[in-house]
């Protein structure tokens, strides 16, 4: 079989096709679901138990492990899904995906929802050009969809075309008296075979056909499998490539897995072969008739082996997430939206859930003040690409602050709804106020960071004096940041509420007395008139975010007052 260089560019179009499918699969999904998939998604992975029943279901359900597992990828991609979950969901996806060998095993057929994604891209082209965001947003993730399966299915058509040459590989026959060795060797081909076919139930349906044929045994029919097992988990992390690093972990973690199971196996190699050959030949009374009782052994032995490996590793989800943690760290720049002390439940007592809430608010206020840094940062960023980044970056925040406003916001109406004294009452009340007010100045950062947007798509700059005046303005905003922070800290100590509105007539004051320098340094031409609105825009922008950080501390001193 020849394999051109123009095939292989139809591979990397394949690829590149599958990876643009899920990119806009997973920010369509991001932009539409937002709370309601997420407790959905949550409701289902609840704990271990639930998210493995979840995997099975869905990959059963869809017949390709890939497919869950690209999706769980993207979910934790946009924040729909927690690593620890997603880990659950893996583990799921794997024993569901025994069901194809089964059908392949008993019918030969094997669904392909391929099929599906040419009407799929005809249902999501209208809603993408509707005028309404949410139905565009569906749109957007029907067709990533589409795409996804697409790039799935021409992966394997522009691949080396090795399910449809089963005869390319009887040179293996050379390779089955070595023993042991030969089990080890079954297994790197099979993983090969699978990473090069980018489907483990192409590769099974290749495997079944040897043994039937009597090309190989049982025995290393079976090492094919485990190392299609391992092979299967490249389609993630091929996912992960453009994702986040908490997608890129729930790949690694997908690979863990699969190669943990396989190691222990073949430590028990001979005795899990027996146990698998008494199921089929004593329990399920199925004799060696042609290939089908082989066929069937290879079934249940990938059934016996993704079973037991999740019944094994159930157990070890946190030791599984840590250690993918310190495999792929945290990025300094990269900023995940994840609430770090409120989970899906309340605590025993509204006082604990309110103290829980406190905690969240505290690094809500501490973000929002990194990013009115890296809008001073964006001032001085000369580099286009640099800018870009910053830019894109300050964006983010912009969004992961309105998300926690919402989640946080949910989560005190939740526990106001419990039995709770008039004070705690009066409490989640003002705690309610700051997140929207502390919300706001997140708002006022993007708005600062768009204008300087905007000043450096023209051709002027500001004068040294302006630059001069923008700090100054700036560093007394910051100020009045970290004099919130300090408030919005600590429940327990008095901190003197009066630098904040002290900070804040500065402000005041020093806003007006650029505001008619502004006049007259126009008039005397020393910059362009429309320099002097990005001028007043950014100076005015400020004030309006000092005034917000009044706010926060007037709603928290009268939730201390009322605690007291």
Same mark, same amino acid.
């Given at each position: 079989m020849e394999y051109s260089f123009y095939d292989f560019l139809k591979l990397l179009g394949s690829l590149a096709l599958f990876l643009y499918g899920?990119?806009?699969?997973?920010?369509?999904?991001?932009k539409f679901a937002g709370d309601r998939l997420r407790s959905i998604l949550?409701?289902?992975?609840?704990?271990?138990?639930?998210?493995?029943?979840?995997?099975?279901?869905?990959?059963?359900?869809?017949?390709?492990?890939?497919?869950?597992?690209?999706?769980?990828?993207?979910?934790?991609?946009?924040?729909?899904?927690?690593?620890?979950?997603?880990?659950?969901?893996?583990?799921?996806?794997?024993?569901?995906?025994?069901?194809?060998?089964?059908?392949?095993?008993?019918?030969?057929?094997?669904?392909?929802?391929?099929?599906?994604?040419?009407?799929?891209?005809?249902?999501?082209?209208?809603?993408?050009?509707?005028?309404?965001?949410?139905?565009?947003?569906?749109?957007?993730?029907?067709?990533?969809?589409a795409f996804l399966f697409m790039g799935l299915n021409l992966l394997k058509t522009n691949a080396p075309d090795l399910s449809q040459n089963p005869d390319m590989l009887a040179f293996v026959q050379n390779y089955t008296d070595m023993g042991f060795a030969s089990v080890l060797l079954f297994v790197f081909i099979g993983t090969v075979l699978t990473m090069i076919v980018q489907a483990s139930a192409a590769t099974m349906a290749i495997t079944l056909i040897m043994c039937a044929n009597g090309w190989i045994s049982f025995e290393l029919g079976a090492a094919l499998v485990l190392g299609e097992n391992i092979g299967t988990t490249?389609?993630?992390?091929?996912?992960?490539?453009?994702?986040?690093?908490?997608?890129?972990?729930?790949?690694?973690?997908?690979?863990?897995?699969?190669?943990?199971?396989?190691?222990?196996?073949?430590?028990?190699?001979?005795?899990?072969?027996?146990?698998?050959?008494? %199921?089929?030949?004593?329990?399920?009374?199925? &004799? =060696?008739?042609?290939? *089908? /009782?082989? !066929?069937?052994?290879?079934? #249940?032995?990938?059934?016996?082996?993704?079973?037991?490996?999740?019944?094994?590793?159930i157990w070890f989800v946190k030791l599984i997430e840590h250690t993918v943690c310190k495999i792929i760290p945290q990025k300094e720049q990269e900023e995940e939206y994840r609430l770090q002390f409120i989970s899906g439940g309340m605590l025993s007592t509204a006082e604990l859930s309110i103290l829980q809430a406190r905690k969240e608010i505290n690094l809500f206020a501490e973000r929002i003040q990194r990013m009115f840094r890296m809008v001073g940062d964006l001032l001085h960023t000369n580099n286009e690409n640099d800018f870009n980044k910053l830019f894109s970056r300050i964006e983010k925040y912009e969004n992961i602050s309105d998300n926690m406003e919402i989640e946080i916001a949910n989560y005190l109406n939740k526990v106001s709804?419990?039995?709770?004294?008039?004070?705690?009452?009066?409490? %989640?009340?003002?705690?309610?106020?700051?997140? &929207? =007010?502390?919300?706001? *100045? /997140?708002? !006022?950062?993007?708005?600062? #960071?768009?204008?300087?947007?905007?000043?450096?798509?023209?051709?002027?700059?500001?004068?040294?004096?302006?630059?001069?005046?923008?700090h100054q303005m700036f560093k007394l905003t910051d100020d009045a940041l970290s004099q919130m922070i300090l408030q919005v800290e600590d429940m327990h100590h008095i901190v003197?509420?009066?630098?904040?509105?002290?900070?804040?007539?500065?402000?005041?004051?020093?806003?007006?007395?650029?505001?008619?320098?502004?006049?007259?340094?126009?008039?005397?031409?020393?910059?362009?008139?429309?320099?002097?609105?990005?001028?007043?825009?950014?100076?005015?922008?400020?004030?309006?975010?000092?005034?917000?950080?009044?706010?926060?501390?007037?709603?928290?001193?009268?939730?201390?007052?009322k605690k007291a």
């Open positions: 899920m990119k806009i699969m997973s920010e369509g999904l991001q949550t409701a289902m992975t609840t704990n271990r138990v639930t998210g493995v029943l979840t995997g099975m279901l869905i990959t059963a359900l869809i017949q390709s492990s890939s497919a869950t597992t690209v999706m769980v990828v993207s979910f934790v991609n946009a924040g729909l899904l927690e690593l620890g979950q997603s880990i659950g969901v893996i583990m799921g996806a794997n024993i569901g995906t025994t069901v194809t060998a089964w059908i392949i095993s008993t019918l030969g057929f094997k669904v392909d929802i391929s099929a599906f994604s040419l009407p799929l891209l005809a249902l999501g082209i209208p809603l993408l050009f509707s005028q309404k965001s949410s139905r565009k947003s569906v749109g957007e993730f029907v067709i990533g969809f490249i389609t993630a992390n091929l996912a992960a490539l453009t994702a986040n690093t908490q997608a890129r972990r729930a790949a690694v973690a997908h690979f863990i897995f699969n190669v943990f199971g396989v190691i222990w196996v073949l430590a028990l190699f001979p005795p899990f072969l027996s146990m698998v050959e008494w %199921i089929v030949s004593d329990f399920m009374n199925i &004799t =060696e008739a042609g290939g *089908i /009782g082989v !066929s069937f052994k290879l079934s #249940a032995f990938h059934t016996c082996f993704n079973i037991c490996n999740v019944l094994i590793l709804e419990g039995r709770l004294s008039s004070e705690s009452k009066l409490q %989640i009340r003002g705690m309610l106020r700051e997140v &929207t =007010e502390i919300e706001s *100045i /997140g708002d !006022s950062c993007y708005n600062l #960071a768009r204008t300087i947007n905007r000043k450096r798509r023209g051709s002027d700059d500001f004068t040294e004096e302006q630059y001069t005046h923008i003197d509420v009066n630098k904040s509105f002290n900070i804040e007539t500065e402000i005041n004051n020093y806003r007006n007395q650029l505001k008619n320098q502004n006049v007259t340094d126009v008039n005397n031409k020393e910059y362009s008139y429309q320099m002097g609105v990005h001028y007043m825009d950014i100076i005015g922008e400020c004030e309006k975010l000092g005034d917000y950080v009044v706010n926060v501390v007037e709603a928290h001193t009268d939730v201390r007052e």
